[in-house]
């Protein structure tokens, strides 16, 4: 009696295990985020939460970033909008105020070159006397590339780590020390989902993406009794203007070539949406991708033996048309 109580049980319990396991498959098949990030939009806290915070954003001008804006305008944050294009900058602006409750004040334009470090302190200065405070600060600006690996000069990758890796830690460092001496603030990183996993025509992006995470996974681990929260932020092909200005193989080169409309690409609304329900949420890191980007990052973090094998397998041209949106 007792064996087949302990049986049921046993039953029972393996039942439950494979019913959440199926669960999780499925949400997994119909998401074009990672569970975490599904679950924070379903119920976490909405956006609606980060009403009244000052939030800086850098590559406000375009893409990403100016989505982003316009989602945390619609929640009633106070902006600083940065990039290098004033006057699209005031586009933005305009826009943001169409988009929600804010009065022109509640927005400053401060234009800003993510390469000129010695412009950062200064600029943060600007921010702190305008808002008095700065609670979140979100590292969007940046390039990617189109570049076989053997034929890119050394001077690209300088370039890239110079805007994607030292620009971020230049003006995070800035930032850093008011967020600490007032209770603490939110530190966002847009990194990439090829700053998880290696991807073709992109060796010296892949390298600076990649190197974010050590430098935010850091600092999270750090900051935590300074209550610094670190998030970084995961996208996978995403329409944006990206291509056009992508570096190339070339010291000073532009891609220059412009997304089809055709491409299989998240839209840069739901991109911005996600990202800020995971800034919201204060999430550590989140992947925002489609399938089956989505799915093969999940193959690459969980099992990257087989992830590696596939990748070798699928071949170049394969993994060069995931990327690009075909
Ligand atoms: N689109 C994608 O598929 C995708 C996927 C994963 C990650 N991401 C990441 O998302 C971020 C935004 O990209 P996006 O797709 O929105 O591209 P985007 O439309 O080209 O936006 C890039 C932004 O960065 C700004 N920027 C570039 N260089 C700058 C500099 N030196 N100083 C200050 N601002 C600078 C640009 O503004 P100005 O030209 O006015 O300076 C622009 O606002 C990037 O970090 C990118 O790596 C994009």
Redesign the pocket.
């Known amino acids: 009696m007792e064996n087949l109580d302990s049986s049921c049980v046993l039953c029972t319990l393996l039942v439950i295990v494979i019913l959440y396991i199926s669960v999780q498959i499925f949400r997994l098949l119909v998401a074009d985020c990672d569970l975490s990030l599904q679950w924070a939009t379903r119920l976490g806290r909405g956006i609606g939460r980060l009403r009244g915070k000052v939030v800086w954003i850098?590559?406000?001008?375009?893409?990403?970033?100016?989505h982003l804006s316009y989602e945390l305008a619609a929640a009633g944050c106070r902006l600083v909008l940065?990039?290098?294009?004033k006057d699209?900058?005031e586009r933005v602006k305009k826009q943001c105020q169409v988009s929600g409750p804010l009065k022109p004040e509640d927005i400053l334009v401060l234009p800003?070159?993510?390469?000129?470090y010695n412009t950062h302190s200064d600029a943060t200065e600007t921010v702190l006397k305008y808002f008095g405070q700065i609670d979140v600060l979100v590292?969007?600006?940046?390039?990617?590339q189109r570049a076989v690996w053997e034929e890119t000069d050394l001077e690209v990758d300088r370039d890239m780590l110079d805007?994607?890796v030292l620009?971020v830690l230049s003006l995070t460092k800035a930032v850093l020390p008011h967020m600490i001496n007032t209770s603490g603030g939110h530190v966002v990183v847009?990194?990439?989902?090829?700053?998880k996993v290696g991807v073709p025509m992109s060796g010296s992006?892949c390298g600076a993406?990649f190197a974010l995470h050590g430098w935010f996974d850091s600092l999270r681990s750090e900051g935590y009794e300074k209550n610094i929260k670190v998030t970084l932020?995961?996208?996978?092909?995403?329409?944006?203007?990206?291509?056009?200005?992508a570096m190339t193989s070339k010291h000073g080169e532009n891609y220059g070539i412009d997304m089809k409309s055709d491409e299989k690409?998240?839209s840069?609304r739901r991109?911005a949406y996600l990202s800020a329900v995971a800034i919201a949420n204060e999430l550590d890191e989140v992947w925002i991708a489609l399938h089956p980007v989505l799915g093969l990052t999940y193959l690459h973090q969980y099992m990257p033996a087989i992830s590696k094998w596939l990748m070798k397998g699928f071949g170049m041209k394969k993994i060069k048309e995931l990327r690009e949106g075909r």
Do not use: Q
């Open positions: 850098t590559g406000a001008s375009s893409g990403i970033g100016e940065s990039a290098r294009r699209e900058l800003l070159d993510v390469l000129k590292n969007n600006a940046g390039r990617t805007l994607n620009g847009m990194s990439s989902v090829a700053g992006y993406k932020l995961c996208p996978g092909p995403v329409f944006s203007g990206i291509l056009k200005a690409r998240m840069t991109c």
